[in-house]
């Protein structure tokens, strides 16, 4: 970390990045890092991004994931860069421009969508540059029914390639996401995506292992885990059903983080998911999930 997660005077160095805003002293950091996003502690720090940043970190977190990045301002990539780098946070996933459900189908071959997702690389680049990313997300789109199965996966992983050419030149990773949200994605199971990986062969093509997803599609979330683990490059946090807090639903994250980390997984784990309460209450549920589900030493 940077001189950030000193205290002075039981006050954090933050507050002085961020203003005369404080929220207390800091607490003790996480095992493993979990990355907040927009909006999930403004009840208690603010509609200011930069102020619910420092209050995350006062609260332990050190990360975190920002799917709409690519439409903020440059100005305002820039901002968020420079705090989380005063603070020693890391910057998690940003969703590729355009790369989104349905956007971009790279199953049906098609030249245009092709060009879509390359030109979504180079503008992920250039906002990446801006808050030191080394991730983005990347959903190829819908099926294309008129196509077979290995026809499409085929087109897939050309696609991917295309775009890897300028990912890899500028040390960013795509990782692919299954998803859970209908039938009618490509994507969705986390063996097909590991094949995918294995196909493209590169090392800024990875798994984003969106656990809720996986739970919802798959299960046998730890096996799974371990069988795509070469792969997987960043995981993504929701409990099952309603997609809230760890702690909130069926699966039992304290047993998923201790298989992840004594697995050694040092990257960023995006906590993308809703709070099962609302207001200040729901926030500070929120912070207690976490530290029940991530004391397992």
């Not at 979990?34 to 502690?41: E, L, S």
Request: charged fraction near 25%; charge should be neutral; aromatic fraction near 8%.
């Amino acid at each position: 970390m940077t001189g950030a997660s000193t205290l002075a005077g039981g006050t954090l160095v933050a507050n002085e990045i961020l203003g005369n805003k404080k929220f207390g002293p800091a607490e003790k950091p996480f095992n493993l890092n979990y990355a907040i996003h927009d909006g999930m502690f403004k009840n208690s720090a603010g509609d200011d991004f930069l102020n619910q940043l420092k209050f995350a970190y006062d609260m332990g977190f050190r990360a975190m994931e920002d799917n709409g990045l690519c439409g903020r301002t440059p100005e305002m990539q820039s901002k968020i860069g420079d705090t989380m780098a005063k603070l020693g946070m890391s910057m998690g996933v940003f969703v590729l421009p355009k790369g989104g459900n349905g956007a971009n189908t790279l199953a049906s071959g098609k030249k245009e969508s092709v060009d879509i997702f390359v030109q979504g690389c180079k503008t992920a680049v250039e906002a990446a540059k801006r808050v030191n990313a080394k991730w983005t997300t990347m959903v190829p789109g819908d099926f294309a029914r008129e196509l077979p199965i290995g026809i499409q996966t085929a087109n897939v992983i050309e696609g991917l390639r295309k775009g890897i050419e300028i990912l890899e030149k500028n040390n960013l990773i795509m990782v692919l996401e299954p998803l859970s949200d209908t039938p009618d994605l490509f994507l969705r199971d986390s063996d097909q995506t590991y094949m995918i990986c294995k196909a493209v062969n590169s090392p800024s093509c990875k798994i984003l292992f969106d656990m809720y997803h996986m739970q919802r599609n798959e299960g046998n979330i730890i096996n799974n885990i371990d069988k795509c683990w070469s792969e997987i490059a960043y995981f993504q946090i929701g409990d099952n059903p309603h997609r809230n807090e760890p702690t909130t639903g069926e699966m039992n994250y304290k047993n998923i983080f201790k298989h992840i980390y004594e697995k050694g997984f040092k990257g960023v784990l995006g906590m993308e998911h809703g709070n099962a309460k609302p207001g200040k209450e729901g926030e500070q549920a929120l912070i207690k999930a976490y530290r029940d589900s991530d004391n397992f030493l």
